[in-house]
């Protein structure tokens, strides 16, 4: 396995809850970042979370800051995405990638080259 797997999208009424999961690659994780990206239709992927792999360290957009919530299982080589009090705005295709970590503990910076296929979430009454 060298890409990163998405699962845990589906179709969730407004106000519901999702959690989505990332299997990342059997590689060592030292050093890197690891970022949930989402492209609603018709606009641009942007990046919604990301989290520092060796310190934890996390960002949100502001449009998820307030609902989302990152976390990483280093047991299982996981990386979930908890969404809460979901929006039809949150509707889109979410990606998991992966990067090395670049600066001191601020994925942000962090250049995204292992991308996993995406899973749809849908958010709709």
């Known amino acids: 396995q060298l890409q990163p797997v998405e699962s845990g999208g589906g179709l969730v009424q407004p106000g519901g809850s999702l959690t989505l999961s990332c299997v990342l690659p059997?590689?060592?994780?030292?050093?890197?970042?690891v970022g949930w990206f989402r492209q609603a239709p018709g606009k641009e992927r942007e990046r919604i979370s990301c989290i520092t792999i060796p310190y934890g360290t996390t960002h949100y957009a502001d449009s998820v800051s307030d609902h989302f919530s990152i976390s990483r299982d280093d047991a299982k080589n996981t990386v979930n995405l908890q969404m809460y009090s979901l929006k039809d705005e949150d509707t889109g295709t979410y990606y998991c990638a992966a990067g090395p970590l670049i600066g001191h503990a601020d994925c942000t910076k962090t250049p995204f080259n292992s991308w996993g296929q995406g899973t749809v979430v849908t958010v709709s009454s």
């Open positions: 059997e590689v060592t994780l030292d050093y890197r970042s």
